[in-house]
C-alpha cells in the first residue's frame, strides 16, 4: 500500500513483526536474546545498595550512571530482556527543545553523553543529529517560537527561528505554501534506542554494575530500618533502595507496596517508507520535521522516510485491557495491530507538507506501547510514604530523558538532594484523588495536546473537576474562571455582567486582564474573599516537635500563638521549600505549604523524622481544612461583626494565631495575608467552607465586600516583593541569593539543614542576585523565565512578573550578576521577540500593611 492508497507489491501484512528487528539497524532480531557478559550462572547477589527494576533505556541509564559515580552493589533485575517494553520500537528522536527550563538540561544532557558514548563504551549507537524544524503555518504558532525562543537565550542550547527560505534550505522537500517560520535546534536528531541501550549497558558493567535477566520481581517486603527485601524465582536481594524503572509494567511493581501509580499504556503508531528517490538524491540528512498543526514528527530513515503522528484525543487509543487486568504475562517484544484509519487524517496532512510521501511504499509500521502520566511528563524521584522506593516512570519520550535523568536520579541519590529543581517531575505531585479514571481521561488528552500551542497560564480540562473540590467549588464554579492546583479547583479570576467570561488563552493580555484589574482594586480599597483551600496543611506535635523544626527549618521557631515564615533548605543550602509555621499550642504546630508542595514538603519532613529518631507525629490534614483569606482595609470591620474576639491592631497582631468562632464555626484565624494588605487566613473543616463564606459575605455588604481570584493575589504579593516558593525560590538557588536574609538565622543555635554550607556561600560573596524591576512594556507582560540582557549579551533570567494595576507599568523578578544589581541599573527584558527597557529598583513598589501601619505610628510617610 502506498501512503495516498494506491495499491503496489506491499501490504500491512508484512507490518514489521516484533522478530524483524527495528529498521535501519543491525542488532540482533528482536526475539534472540543478547548474552549477557555477566551471566546469572556466574553472578548473583544476595545484597545490593541499589536494586532497579527495569531493563529499558531509563533503568539501564541509571545501573550506568550509579556505577560509573563509584556505586559498588548496583543490580539491575529486567523480567524479559533489555529494551523490551517501549524502548525497543521509539522512534528514537532526541531534542533540545522543551518548554520547561530545566527539562531543557536533561536534554541537553542526554545528547552530550549520546555523542561521547560510543567512543566509551565501543559500542555503536546509531546516533544521527541532523538537526530539526518545528514548523509554523500560523501567526499564533509564530508567537509560541518567540514565546520559546526568550526562554532559550539563558540556556547553553542552540536554538534559532528561521524564515521560509531558511527552512526550504535544510528541507527542500517540503511544500512551503503555509510556512511562516521553523524553530531550529541544529544538534537535534535520532538514535537507535537498542544500540542506545547496549551501550549504557555495556558501560554499566564495565563500572561493576550487574544486569541480570530475565529476572522477574515477584514481591517487594519493606523491612522496619527502610531497607528492602526484592523477592524473585532465583531468590531475595537485600537492597538499601529500589527504584522502579519498569515502563508499562511499573503500575504492577508499585501495587507490589500498596501505590497506584497513574500511568496508562497507550498506542503509538509510527510509519517506515522504502527508498524515496527524492530522499536518496539528497547529499545531506534531512533534518527531523515536526509539523505542529499537522501532529506528526517526520525524519529519514536510511533512503526513506519515518513518519509519526499523535492522533486527537478522540481517536487516539488507550490499551484498556492493561488497565483493568494488567499487562499480559510474558509480554515483552510485541507490538499491537495497526490502524490506519486512525492516523489517516494526519497521514493527509504529511502528504500536503512532504508531497514525496504521495508516491511513497510502506515497508513497515509500528504499532507500540508508550506509558502516559496524567500531565505527560514523567514521575522522577523518591516517593513519599514509602522509604527509600525511587521511581523513574511514566516517560512518553524516554529516549532523549534516558541519560539526563539517569544522571539526575544518581546525582540525587549520592548527595541527598537533587542536583536542580525538576517539582514538575515530582512523583509526589499526584495523591489519591489522581484516580485511574481521571488518569485515562488526562492522559487520552495528554496524547491529543502533543502539539497543541502552549500559552501562558495554560489550562487542561478534561478530567475535572476530581473528587477534591474545596467546599466552596458549588457555590463558586459558575462565577469565575478556575484554575486547577494539586487536583483542586481554584478561582484565578471573577465574572461581572460585560465581561468576555472563559479561558481565552494569549500570549497578550487577554480577557482576564481587566476583571483582574478590578479585583485587585477590591483588596485594595474596599475587602475581598478568596478561597485558599488547595494549601498543603500539616498537624505536627509530639515530645521532639520543637527539635524536629528546629532542625528543619532556618528561621526560629515561633512561640505558642504566633506564626513566622521558615524555610527548609538542602545540605547544599538550596531552598527547599517555604512554609508558614504556627505553633497552636506548646509542642503542637500547624505547617502551611502551596498546593503544587504537598507531598513533596511532607516527604521530606518525613524522611528526616525518621532518619533523626524524633518522637513525633506528622498528620496531613490538607483534604480535611477548607480555608479562606479575607484582605483589604476593611477586613477587620467586616471579621469583627462576626465574632465576640477582640480583632483590633492592638489586641490582635500581624502573625498572630488563635482559636475561635465565627459566627458559632470554629475557626483557627491567621493574621496574614499574602496580598500584603490587612488580612486574616481563616482555617475551619472543609465542611463548614460554605456556611462561613455566606456568612462573610453577608456581613461585608455595607462595606462593598466581593470575591478574588489567584491573578489578582499574584499581582498583591509582586508589588510587596513577597517571594513565590517555585519561582523566586527553589533547589536552584539559595537564601541569600534570594533576598531571604530575614528568615535565615544563622545565629541560632540548632544546627538546622543547610547551615554550614551556607556559611560557607556567604563568606564566598554571591554571584548572583534576585532584583526587583519595573518595565515599560505594550501589550504584553512578563510572566517569568525570560532573557535578561545587558550590553546585547544574555545575563539572567526572570522568575516571575505582572502588570502592576497601581503604578501602571510591568513588574519583574530576576537573577542577574551581582554588579549589576544596583537599584538603578538599567537592563532589557525579552517578551515575544521584542527587547523592552527595563530598570532595577528598590523594593518593594508597594508598601505591606504592616509597614504602612508601623510608619502611621512613627508619623512617617505611609504612601506608595
Not at 106 to 129: M, P
Not at 187 to 205: K, V
Not at 231 to 250: C, K, Q, S, Y
Request: glycine fraction near 10%; hydrophobic fraction near 35%; include cysteine.
Amino acid at each position: 500500500v502506498r501512503l495516498d492508497g494506491a495499491p503496489t507489491h506491499l501490504d500491512w501484512a508484512t507490518a514489521w513483526s516484533p522478530r524483524a528487528g527495528r529498521p535501519g539497524t543491525a542488532h540482533p532480531a528482536a526475539g534472540e536474546k543478547e548474552k549477557p557478559s555477566s551471566s546469572l550462572g556466574e553472578r548473583w547477589k544476595d545484597t545490593a545498595e541499589t536494586v532497579i527494576i527495569g531493563g529499558g533505556c531509563v533503568g539501564v541509564s541509571l545501573a550506568y550512571h550509579l556505577a560509573k559515580a563509584g556505586m559498588k552493589d548496583v543490580v539491575l533485575l529486567e523480567k524479559s530482556e533489555l529494551t523490551a517494553g517501549s524502548t525497543w520500537h521509539a522512534a528514537g528522536l532526541t531534542t533540545y527543545f522543551h518548554p520547561g527550563i530545566n527539562l531543557k538540561k536533561i536534554h541537553h544532557y542526554s545528547i552530550k553523553l549520546y555523542e561521547t558514548l560510543e567512543e566509551e563504551t565501543e559500542q555503536a549507537v546509531g546516533f544521527h543529529n541532523p538537526g530539526s524544524i518545528r514548523i509554523a503555518s500560523t501567526p499564533t504558532r509564530v508567537d509560541e517560537f518567540r514565546y520559546q525562543m526568550t526562554r532559550a537565550g539563558w540556556h547553553a542550547t542552540e536554538q534559532y527561528i528561521i524564515g521560509p527560505e531558511k527552512v526550504q534550505e535544510l528541507c527542500p522537500l517540503l511544500n512551503m505554501e503555509k510556512v511562516l517560520a521553523g524553530l531550529y535546534n541544529p544538534g537535534d536528531g535520532h538514535i537507535d534506542p537498542y544500540s542506545l541501550t547496549m551501550a549504557l549497558a555495556a558501560g554499566a558493567r564495565k563500572y561493576g554494575a550487574l544486569l541480570n535477566y530475565p529476572v522477574q520481581v515477584t514481591n517487594l517486603n519493606s523491612r522496619s530500618d527502610g531497607t528492602w527485601e526484592v523477592e524473585t524465582p532465583l531468590g531475595v536481594i537485600r537492597a538499601n533502595r529500589i527504584v522502579n524503572t519498569a515502563g508499562f509494567w511499573a503500575r504492577e511493581i508499585g501495587k507490589m507496596i500498596g501505590l497506584q501509580h497513574p500511568l496508562i499504556p497507550v498506542h503509538h503508531q509510527y510509519v517506515v517508507t522504502s527508498t524515496i528517490p527524492e530522499v536518496k538524491a539528497l547529499k545531506r540528512e534531512l533534518p527531523v520535521i515536526r509539523d505542529l498543526e499537522g501532529s506528526y514528527y517526520l525524519r529519514q530513515e536510511r533512503d526513506g522516510l519515518l513518519f509519526g503522528p499523535y492522533e486527537s484525543q478522540e481517536k487516539m487509543k488507550i490499551q484498556e485491557s492493561w488497565v483493568t487486568n494488567g499487562v499480559p504475562p510474558g509480554f515483552g517484544k510485541e507490538l499491537f495491530e495497526s490502524d490506519l484509519d486512525r492516523i489517516m487524517e494526519h497521514i493527509e496532512a504529511a502528504m500536503a507538507m512532504v508531497p514525496v510521501l504521495k508516491q511513497a511504499d510502506i515497508i513497515n509500521t509500528v504499532a507500540g506501547p508508550i506509558t502516559y502520566s496524567p500531565d505527560i511528563l514523567p514521575m522522577v524521584g523518591p516517593h513519599q510514604g514509602v522509604r527509600n522506593y525511587w521511581v523513574a516512570i511514566g516517560f512518553g519520550y524516554g529516549i532523549i530523558h534516558a541519560g539526563g535523568i539517569g544522571k539526575y536520579l544518581s546525582d540525587w541519590i549520592f548527595n541527598g538532594e537533587p542536583p536542580f529543581d525538576l517539582i514538575e517531575l515530582d512523583p509526589n505531585r499526584y495523591g489519591k484523588w489522581t484516580t485511574t479514571e481521571y488518569t485515562a481521561i488526562k492522559a487520552r488528552e495528554s496524547y491529543g495536546f502533543n502539539n497543541i500551542i502552549g500559552y501562558p497560564k495554560e489550562e487542561r480540562f478534561a478530567g475535572r473537576p476530581t473528587e477534591r473540590a474545596s467546599g466552596l467549588y458549588e457555590v463558586l464554579k459558575s462565577k469565575c474562571s478556575m484554575g486547577f492546583h494539586a487536583g483542586w479547583e481554584q478561582p484565578h479570576w471573577f465574572y461581572k455582567p460585560g465581561d468576555e467570561i472563559g479561558y481565552k488563552p494569549s500570549f497578550q493580555r487577554t480577557n482576564w486582564f481587566e476583571p483582574v484589574g478590578r479585583e485587585y482594586h477590591q483588596v485594595v480599597e474596599k475587602v475581598g474573599v478568596i478561597d485558599l483551600s488547595p494549601f498543603g496543611k500539616f498537624k505536627i506535635r509530639g515530645k521532639d516537635s520543637v527539635k524536629l523544626l528546629d532542625h528543619l527549618f532556618a528561621n526560629v521557631i515561633p512561640k505558642v500563638g504566633t506564626t513566622n515564615i521558615n524555610h527548609m533548605l538542602t545540605p547544599t543550602g538550596k531552598v527547599y521549600a517555604e512554609l508558614t509555621v504556627s505553633q497552636l499550642y506548646p509542642g503542637e504546630f500547624m505547617l502551611i505549604t502551596g498546593s503544587g508542595s504537598e507531598l513533596h514538603d511532607l516527604r521530606w519532613i518525613e524522611e528526616e523524622s525518621k532518619a533523626g529518631g524524633y518522637n513525633v507525629e506528622i498528620k496531613n490534614i490538607t483534604d480535611e481544612m477548607g480555608v479562606l483569606g479575607v484582605a483589604g482595609p476593611y477586613a477587620r470591620k467586616v471579621l469583627q461583626k462576626l465574632t465576640t474576639e477582640d480583632l483590633s491592631a492592638a489586641a490582635f497582631k500581624f502573625l498572630q494565631a488563635r482559636h475561635f468562632k465565627f459566627s458559632d464555626i470554629d475557626v483557627t484565624a491567621i493574621r496574614i495575608s499574602y496580598t500584603g494588605e490587612l488580612g486574616w487566613e481563616l482555617y475551619h473543616k472543609k465542611e463548614d467552607s460554605a456556611a462561613l463564606y455566606n456568612a462573610i459575605m453577608e456581613a461585608g455588604q455595607e462595606e462593598g465586600i466581593d470575591n478574588f481570584g489567584t491573578y489578582a493575589m499574584n499581582v498583591l504579593r509582586l508589588e510587596k516583593a513577597f517571594r513565590a516558593w517555585g519561582a523566586e525560590m527553589n533547589c536552584d538557588t539559595n537564601p541569600l541569593e534570594a533576598g531571604l536574609e530575614y528568615f535565615i538565622k544563622l545565629n541560632k543555635p540548632a544546627d538546622f539543614i543547610g547551615k554550614q554550607a551556607l556559611k560557607q556561600i556567604k563568606e564566598k560573596g554571591l554571584k548572583q542576585r534576585l532584583v526587583y524591576l519595573t518595565l515599560k512594556t505594550d501589550n504584553v507582560d512578563p510572566e517569568g523565565n525570560e532573557s535578561v540582557w545587558y550590553n546585547g549579551k544574555v545575563v539572567g533570567n526572570t522568575t516571575s512578573g505582572s502588570y502592576s494595576y497601581s503604578t501602571q507599568q510591568s513588574l519583574a523578578f530576576a537573577y542577574i550578576p551581582t554588579e549589576l544589581s544596583k537599584a538603578g541599573q538599567k537592563l532589557e527584558v525579552e517578551l515575544l521577540g521584542k527587547k523592552y527597557l527595563a530598570a532595577v529598583i528598590q523594593e518593594p513598589l508597594v508598601l505591606t500593611e504592616p509597614t504602612r501601619e508601623r510608619l502611621q505610628r512613627k508619623g512617617g510617610s505611609a504612601k506608595v
